[in-house]
């Protein structure tokens, strides 16, 4: 099964030194089991079978508790490295892509496919130790009468049939709510998102809880219940076939003549003993079905993880260049579809250079195509033609995450991390706490060991915090998208007239997107886009440089 093989990718040795463990376990089980047939058919004298009774009695769960502890280890140990690895490689999914599917999709995968592969791994200690002890009962029956247990795997192949059946219809419905979980967790974010709008309206908040969120739930919750129906159903099924052996063994076995008692005992002893194992082994069914639909899942991102683990020394970011001559774009192009539009919406062909301290404004109408401009000069977004060069040589597949370390941007729908990461050095706190000095934020937030004391503030007080981490950031280019959409007239001065020359006077190049035309005076260069392209580029010169408090 995948769950098992993504088990043995992980195990490095161990899942082999388990499996052994519970083949040991189930041997000794078998011969358990012969021994005492044959003590209770009086073939062999109590007495001489003393010691070795004894001596089973403790291998069985010796090598069975070995068994189940290597195999938990290892199952802990791998949801562990599937939940660091899946945060890593999702990382390296591009950005359109994880856009397309949504946050609700990404947070259902991340919790509910991840604990569903968590919870199939936990099952694989007891499925191993289980198999391999009605693997070794098997063998003995083999051992009693092979004509016998060719029966007896006729009525279990009857069995099995009758159970994979049902199986195959309940895997749908599994499926089915998986799908239902993307919608629930789509509408238990509107809930959080849409407070304000729901308890101001009460006719719409009757009809999300009643036509979105409980329909949704119900339907995820019936999807559920017909799949754990028809796997009882299924698995009970697959014990009645058991029974029927028992039965034919006490009462259709002694009447076809040949077979010994002690034959009869040890297949009636041995079956019985096998009830249990085959029950965990069909019981846990649903749990690996959901466990495959979960890496189903996460494969569907985009999302590989059937290769090689990432090499964490090599997935360490590049550091920023210190120095450089030139960026350009050469015929950039990139097709998307925007919110609300039936046709395909094309950017560019955008040719654009920039050269180390400069101040470039870029405006345009909403839609007009300069968010995406932005994502696609940072190498977040690729581009479907063109190349984007850095001082003369083009940043290649290979070379875009170590492109991306030369920017420190505030996206217009930025996070906020409360611990400055990544950003960890002795003055760390001094130089925030200057930044908050002159962002005017003193007073409200204060630095210490690296953590914002609280992020718990108003949009543009918010926006503040993010230019914060993008000044810590010391980077060679600066983004700014829509930064002052959100600041009171006092701020956007501080912001155009003292903020942005003083990055200009550090060497620092700085691209803006705004809609304040009353600065556009101030920027050396102002890009306007009309409909994805270029419609100019006009050189305008700064005349004043106000510093700002900074680490020079």
């Given at each position: 099964m995948r769950i098992i093989k993504f088990l043995l990718r992980f195990s490095k040795g161990t899942a082999g030194l388990a499996i052994a463990a519970g083949a040991i376990s189930g041997a000794s089980s078998a011969v358990l089991l012969a021994l005492v047939s044959a003590l209770l058919t009086g073939r062999v004298a109590p007495a001489a079978r003393l010691w070795t009774f004894a001596a089973l009695c403790l291998l069985v769960p010796a090598s069975r508790i070995a068994s189940e502890l290597l195999l938990a280890h290892l199952g802990q140990g791998t949801i562990l490295k599937l939940r660091g690895e899946l945060s890593r490689r999702l990382l390296s999914v591009p950005l359109r892509r994880l856009e397309e599917l949504g946050p609700h999709r990404l947070l259902a995968v991340l919790s509910e496919d991840v604990a569903s592969v968590g919870n199939a791994v936990a099952q694989v200690p007891g499925i191993c130790v289980n198999a391999a002890i009605t693997l070794g009962g098997l063998v003995y029956l083999g051992l009693l009468s092979w004509r016998s247990l060719a029966v007896a795997l006729a009525f279990v192949a009857v069995g099995v049939a009758g159970y994979q059946l049902p199986a195959?219809?309940?895997?749908a419905f599994i499926r089915k709510a998986r799908g239902l979980h993307d919608e629930l967790y789509r509408h238990l974010r509107a809930l959080t998102d849409g407070l304000k709008e729901l308890k101001m309206h009460g006719r719409r908040r009757e009809a999300f809880f009643s036509r979105d969120l409980l329909a949704t739930a119900a339907d995820f919750r019936d999807a559920?219940?017909?799949a754990i129906r028809i796997y009882t159903f299924a698995a009970n099924w697959g014990q009645l076939v058991l029974f029927a052996v028992i039965g034919w063994l006490l009462f259709g076995m002694p009447g076809a003549g040949g077979v010994e008692r002690s034959?009869?005992?040890?297949?009636?002893?041995?079956?019985?003993?096998?009830?249990?194992?085959?029950?965990?082994?069909?019981?846990?069914?649903?749990?690996?079905?959901?466990?495959?639909?979960?890496?189903?899942?996460?494969?569907?991102l985009g999302v590989d993880l059937s290769g090689d683990a990432l090499d964490p020394v090599r997935d360490l970011e590049a550091p920023p260049r210190r120095s450089w001559r030139r960026l350009e774009l050469s015929g950039i192009t990139h097709t998307y579809r925007r919110e609300g539009d039936d046709m395909d919406f094309v950017l560019g062909p955008i040719d654009l250079a920039l050269v180390p301290g400069?101040?470039?404004?870029?405006?345009?109408?909403?839609?007009?195509?300069?968010t995406t401009l932005v994502k696609l000069l940072v190498g977040l977004y690729l581009p479907d033609r063109g190349e984007i060069r850095l001082d003369g040589k083009p940043v290649d597949e290979e070379g875009r995450d170590a492109f991306r370390q030369n920017f420190a941007v505030v996206f217009s729908d930025?996070?906020?991390?409360?611990?400055?990461?990544?950003?960890?050095?002795?003055?760390?706190?001094?130089?925030?706490r200057g930044y908050l000095a002159a962002l005017h934020l003193q007073n409200k937030v204060r630095v210490e060991e690296g953590r914002l004391s609280t992020t718990e503030l108003s949009q543009g007080q918010r926006k503040r915090l993010a230019l914060l981490t993008a000044f810590l950031e010391d980077r060679p280019i600066y983004v700014f998208d829509e930064w002052a959409a959100d600041q009171d007239p006092m701020f956007k001065e501080i912001f155009y007239r003292q903020l942005l020359p003083a990055l200009k006077a550090r060497g620092k190049t700085a691209l803006v997107v705004t809609h304040d035309d009353r600065y556009y005076d101030l920027c050396d260069r102002l890009v306007k886009l009309e409909d994805g392209r270029i419609a100019s580029d006009t050189w305008i010169r700064a005349d004043e440089v106000v510093p700002l408090r900074a680490r020079d």
């Open positions: 195959i219809r309940a895997m559920n219940e017909t034959v009869v005992v040890g297949y009636t002893l041995t079956l019985l003993f096998l009830i249990n194992p085959i029950s965990f082994i069909l019981t846990t069914a649903p749990v690996f079905s959901r466990g495959n639909v979960g890496l189903d899942r996460v494969e569907r400069e101040l470039v404004f870029v405006a345009g109408a909403n839609g007009s195509g300069k930025f996070h906020l991390f409360q611990n400055l990461l990544g950003l960890e050095r002795p003055e760390l706190d001094a130089e925030a």
